[in-house]
C-alpha cells in the first residue's frame, strides 16, 4: 500500500502507474496537485481527498475498483479515465464544468447519471459496461463523440443543444430492439454494426436522408455516414 504524508501542498503530480499497490490514501489539502496518475494498480476501492481544486488529469485505468469516491470541488478537472475497473456505479459530484473527457469503458455500470453543468464535456466513453438507461443533462453544448458500444441500451436521446455532436457508436449492443430518439442534425457517423437487432427506430426526420447514406446488413450490421 502507498500512503502519501501531510504537508506536500506544492505537489503538482503524482504517478504511481504499473505497480501492484492495493491501496493508495491521500491526505486533504493537495491544493496544487494537477495530475494523479494511478492506473494498473491492483486498487478496489479509493475514495479521493477534499481538496484537488487544480487537479487537472485523473487516471486510474487498469485496477479493479468497486468503489470509486470522487470529492467535491474538481472545479479545474478536464480529463477522468477510469477505464477497465470493475465500478457497478459511480456518483458523479457538480462542479465538473471543465470536464471534457470522461472515459468509463469496460467496468460493469448499468446506469448512469450526469449532473448539469458539464458544458465542456466533449467525450463520453461507455463502451463495454452493462449500461440499459443513460439520462444526459440538456446542457451539454460541446459534447462530439457518444461510446456506447456493447451495452443493453434499448433507448437513446441526444440533447438538442449538443450542437457539435457528430459521432455516436453503439456497435456490438445486445438489446434486440432499440429506439433512437433526439438527435442533433450535425451527426456525422452512426455505428450500430454486430447487434443483435431485431427491431430499430430511427427519428422521423431522417426517413428522406437514409437513402443516401445508409449501409445496411440485414439488421444486425448497420452504419450511417453522412446525416
Not at 449532473?115 to 449500461?131: C, D, F, H, T
Not at 442533433?184 to 455505428?191: F, Q, T
Not at 426517413?207 to 445496411?216: M, N, Q
Request: charged share 15%.
Amino acid at each position: 500500500s502507498f500512503s502519501l504524508p501531510d504537508g506536500l501542498e506544492k505537489l503538482r503530480s503524482l504517478d504511481l502507474s504499473n505497480n501492484l499497490l492495493p491501496r493508495v490514501e491521500l491526505p486533504d489539502g493537495l491544493y496544487a496537485l494537477e495530475e494523479l496518475t494511478l492506473s494498473y494498480n491492483k486498487l478496489t476501492s479509493l475514495t479521493l481527498p477534499a481538496g484537488l481544486s487544480n487537479l487537472s488529469s485523473f487516471a486510474v485505468l487498469g485496477n479493479q475498483l468497486a468503489s470509486l469516491v470522487l470529492p467535491n470541488g474538481l472545479d479545474n478537472l478536464v480529463s477522468l479515465n477510469a477505464r477497465g475497473n470493475a465500478l457497478t456505479s459511480l456518483p458523479m459530484p457538480g462542479g465538473l464544468g471543465r470536464l471534457a473527457i470522461l472515459d468509463l469503458s469496460s467496468n460493469a455500470l448499468a446506469a448512469l447519471e450526469l449532473p448539469a453543468g458539464m458544458v465542456s464535456l466533449s467525450e463520453i466513453r461507455l463502451a463495454g459496461n452493462s449500461i440499459t438507461s443513460l439520462s444526459l443533462p440538456g446542457d451539454l453544448e460541446a459534447l462530439r463523440l457518444l461510446q456506447l458500444g456493447d451495452n443493453k441500451l434499448t433507448y437513446l436521446s441526444v440533447p438538442a443543444a449538443s450542437g457539435e455532436f457528430t459521432h455516436l457508436d453503439l456497435a456490438g449492443s445486445t438489446a434486440p430492439v432499440f429506439k433512437l430518439g433526439q438527435v442533433p442534425a450535425g451527426m456525422v457517423n452512426l455505428s450500430l454494426w454486430n447487434n443483435g437487432l431485431t427491431y430499430l427506430k430511427l427519428p422521423e426526420s431522417w426517413r428522406s436522408a437514409l437513402p443516401s447514406g445508409l449501409l445496411f446488413f440485414a439488421l444486425n450490421a448497420l452504419i450511417v455516414l453522412g446525416l
